[in-house]
């Protein structure tokens, strides 16, 4: 593998975890062909167990088979079932703009005081 490639996309996308057919909100904070960082927001479940993550990648919804490798209150990493090779290349293709900030074609007055 070329190290000085990136395998890594940082998003913030909307997401949720199906544990044991309850389900959880979540931010997709960052991915790569192999896992998933969540952000949450007081939840933490058990490493190792097998859940079900859901997100919506250029209009498309994904379901997919993941492990959890470890959980803090604020954030849940993910190893997938099966490497996600079409996921990460839909979002580094069609989120990775979305979340650009605007080009400004007038720039802002600054008011000193």
Known sequence: MNHTQSFHINLMLPAQINYHGRIFSATMGSLTPEGTLLETYGLTLPTGMEVELSVTVAREPWLIKAYITHTTPHEI?????????????????????????????????????
Do not use: E, Y
Request: aromatic share 8%.
């Open 77 to 113: 990493g993910l190893m997938f079932k099966h490497s996600q090779h079409k996921l990460f290349n839909a979002a580094r293709r069609d989120c990775t703009m979305a979340f650009r900030p605007p080009m400004q074609t007038h720039p802002q007055p600054v008011i000193i005081r």
